[in-house]
C-alpha cells in the first residue's frame, strides 16, 4: 500500500528561525514528489516538485531535498516569517499503467510566533 | 487563486439530505481529482476523471456518492442522504497530461452536516 508519513506532526517556532520538515514515502513506482503549503480552510498550493533525478530544489525560501534511494525528503524553510504558518503536506505520485494517483501525508502544522 | 473553482465554498445541510458540489477545473487540463480532507488529515483521493471518462474510484467512494463530469469539462460530486461523518473538505483538483504533471488545487467546499 503506497503510504506517505510527515513528521513532525506539527511545531512552533519563533518568527526568524529556520526549520525542517521531513517526509518519508513507500510509493512505487515513483514519479514524482511535491510539497504544498495548506493554508486553513484554503486548497493546497504547490510549493515544489521534484523528480526522481532531482536531489535540491529551492523556491524562495523553500529548499526541497529527495533522496530516492533512502525513499525521504525534507522542507527547509528559512528565516521563517508569520506568514509560513500552515500546513505542509509531502504528495508523491505513482503512474502505473492506465492508473495515476496521488498519496498524500498527513501534513505538518507550522506555526510560527513573533 | 489556481484557477480552479469550486462551489459553493461552505455548505451546511441537515441529516439525510442531498448535496452537490462543482468544480470548474482550469480549462486546458484534461484530468480531474476529488479528494476528502477531515480536520487534522491530509486529502484522501475519492476519484478522478480522464476527460469524460471516471477512470478510479477510491473505497472511500460509498454508494451515496456520485461523480460525474459530462462533457469533460466541470465536474459535479454529489452526496446523497447525508451523514454527519460526510463533513469534511471537499476539494477539486486539475492536471494537464498524463503522468506526474502538477495538479492544481481549488479552494474547496467545506461540508457541515447537522
Known amino acids: 500500500k503506497n503510504q506517505v508519513e510527515q513528521s513532525p506532526q506539527s511545531l512552533i517556532i519563533l518568527e526568524g528561525k529556520n526549520c525542517t520538515l521531513q517526509?518519508?514515502?513507500?510509493?512505487?513506482?515513483?514519479?514524482?514528489l511535491r510539497w504544498y503549503k495548506q493554508d486553513t480552510g484554503r486548497g493546497p498550493v504547490s510549493l515544489t516538485i521534484?523528480?526522481?533525478?532531482?536531489n535540491t530544489k529551492s523556491n524562495g525560501r523553500y529548499t526541497a531535498t529527495l533522496d530516492a534511494d533512502t525513499k525521504q525528503s525534507s522542507l527547509h524553510i528559512t528565516a521563517s516569517q508569520l506568514s509560513d504558518s500552515a500546513s505542509y503536506i509531502c504528495?508523491?505520485?505513482?503512474?502505473?499503467?492506465?492508473?495515476?494517483?496521488?498519496?498524500f501525508g498527513k501534513g505538518t502544522k507550522l506555526s510560527v510566533i513573533p | 487563486d489556481t484557477g480552479v473553482s469550486q462551489n459553493p465554498r461552505h455548505k451546511i445541510t441537515k441529516r439525510g439530505q442531498n448535496v452537490t458540489f462543482r468544480c470548474d477545473p482550469i480549462?486546458?487540463?484534461?484530468?480531474l481529482y476529488w479528494y476528502r480532507q477531515t480536520l487534522g488529515q491530509g486529502p484522501e483521493f475519492l476519484t478522478y476523471?480522464?476527460?469524460?471518462?471516471?477512470?478510479?474510484k477510491s473505497r472511500l467512494l460509498s454508494d451515496r456518492f456520485s461523480a460525474e463530469r459530462p462533457k469533460g469539462s466541470f465536474s459535479t460530486l454529489e452526496i446523497q442522504r447525508t451523514e454527519q461523518g460526510d463533513s469534511a473538505m471537499y476539494l477539486c483538483?486539475?492536471?494537464f497530461g498524463t503522468g506526474g504533471t502538477e495538479a492544481f488545487f481549488g479552494q474547496g467546499t467545506r461540508l457541515t452536516v447537522v
Open positions: 483538483a486539475s492536471s
Open positions: 517526509c518519508n514515502y513507500t510509493v512505487s513506482p515513483f514519479s514524482n
Open positions: 521534484m523528480t526522481f533525478s532531482e
Open positions: 504528495v508523491v505520485s505513482s503512474s502505473g499503467a492506465g492508473s495515476y494517483q496521488l498519496t
Open positions: 480549462s486546458e487540463h484534461n484530468r
Open positions: 476523471f480522464q476527460n469524460e471518462a471516471q477512470l478510479e
